[in-house]
């Protein structure tokens, strides 16, 4: 573990040199990807720099200690060694933290499919209720959502909704929302006021580059015809919405956004990937049954991971026994709490299994 520090050290201090190399500043593309890696490595280096620091101090303090018969310096050498101590420990784990192999996918635009599940209309107006919570989330981070496709209800609910939302690290913090969501509630339609319990489920999936997935669209059959909304009414009147039916696998995949048949095409076959490299990617996970279980969110589409309870004013995130009584803002698109929550778990289940390789790199200040 030293030496991978030592190595971005070394890497960063590279990179602060190309930085103001004339060449590269008249280069705007390599200028850009110079810039990016120097950012990605500078919380790294910087941390590592300060666990240097502070070892200093430490090992000084040690030494005063072991060394001195003057009362007055070993009583402040006794405070440094103490204080540095509890400071190693924090900064130790925070480069562990650091070091551990990020998602490539975590910076990358995401595509979120939410269908009603068990209750009928209920379910559907769950739907609507969970894109609803997910676009006000968006806006308040200042990421772009755009509908690809939809099959609403007459009263106002989705039976399926295609959306992508777009902004720096949009999957990072959405990834863990892939799942079976609950509501119990009063539903609209119920006059007996009882308390009903519904689903729709969720999957989120990251925004596929050409360069990552080849599709045969040989295996593709295509397919136009007329985007239409509720109750019949149709957005145009030209075959501009698209279908395409992957025959290898049975994905369908509809958008009837754009009124520009090729622009819906083009968003159709991103959906299209993204579903693909999802199914091929749960197929080799599911081989790996163990290391499914030890992460937080496994994105099976079958797990119920949350209960949003009306009656209660709750909202229960099974996977870490997250309970808050905040239902209205969290509908509202205030999810972080349990956002958060989700990405420290997951942090603390990969540091826990990653725990026997680092073992000792960071234990010579006891």
Known sequence: MIASLEAAENRFEELE???????????????KSVIIEHSALSETVETYREYKRVKANFD????????????????LAQMEYEESKETLKVLSEKIKELLMPKDPNDNKNVIVEIRGGAGGEEAALFAAVLFRMYTKYAEGRGWSVSVMDANETEIGGFKEIVFTIEGHGAYSRLKFESGVHRVQRVPTTESGGRIHTSTATVAVLPEVDDVEFDLNMNDVDVDTYRSGGAGGQHINKTESAIRLTHRPTGIVVTCQDQRSQLKNK???????????????????QNDIAEERRSQVGTGDRSERIRTYNYPQNR?????????????????????????????TADRAAKLAKGGDQSEGAFDDFE
């Open 17 to 31: 040199q190309k930085l103001t190399d004339s060449e590269i500043l008249g280069n705007s593309e390599l200028y």
């Open 60 to 75: 000084e303090a040690k030494e005063i200690l072991a060394e001195s018969r003057d009362p007055e310096l070993k009583e």
């Open 266 to 284: 083009e968003k159709a076959i991103k959906v299209l990937k993204a579903r693909l490299l999802d199914l091929y990617s749960t197929q080799q």
């Open 315 to 343: 909202v229960t995130d099974h996977r870490i026994d997250l309970t808050l009584y905040n239902l209205t803002g969290f509908l509202d698109g205030d999810i972080d709490g349990a956002v958060d929550g989700l990405i």
